[in-house]
């Protein structure tokens, strides 16, 4: 089994490690996608209209082009120790077996493109929605690379990226996506809404009472059984699992 996670927003914002190398890291075949990735960062960083052309908000903007303008140089950090926010603090990554989470999940990144927890990054900011000129669209950039280089065999994918992030890559083999719902009762018939902010602590604690329980399911249908059988309400709906929050 592996898990998709999007990065987060929130991050860590020092390193304590070596500078980059992006020989080091996890899928080597996106390497030269991260060099001209990096390169049009760089280049945007130093434009006027940088804050506007990577979406900052005016408050976040200086720290954050100077923390991209500085990415070669950088101390790093375990991608474990980089990202934050409610999804990964719902993962709760130290209360699991490290060898057993590097092994199954794996990060996607509008700079890195995909990432094991064990890979070795600076602090960054950039998300996948981003247009870099020359290249354009990062997803549409990053496509090519990833078919090349992501190949996960035949295990199941449990992918719980958001949309950008889910759009670059998709699996060849058996996957389910992950949905939240809110079920409430409504003159006596209930209705599903669907949920953003309680979605990502709720991916978050599924990602982690799966690795947890050393959950190793091959199919949907075994997914359901093994999500079910951890304490919560989930359905499968085509290539969906639906997990179901109640009032």
Known sequence: MHILL???EKKATEGDGPPLDLASLSFPGLTPARRRVLAALAKACRGADAAEVLGLPPGQAGEALARNRALR???TLPAARLYTGVLYDNLDLPDLDAE???RQIIVFSGLWGALRLTDRVPPYRLSMGVSLPPGGGLG???RPAMRKALRLDDDLVVDMRSGPYAS???AP???VSVRVFRER?????AKRTVVSHMAKATRGR???DLIKAGAAPRTPEDLVKAVAGLGHTVELNGANLDVILHD
Not at 185 to 189: D, H, N, P, R, Y
């Open 206 to 208: 599924i990602a982690h």
């Open 73 to 75: 140089k950088a101390p």
């Open 168 to 170: 670059v890559w998709k």
């Open 6 to 8: 999007p990065p987060s």
């Open 185 to 189: 009762l409504a003159g006596g018939v």
């Open 100 to 102: 057993a989470a590097a």
């Open 140 to 142: 549409a950039s990053w």
């Open 173 to 175: 083999g058996p996957a």
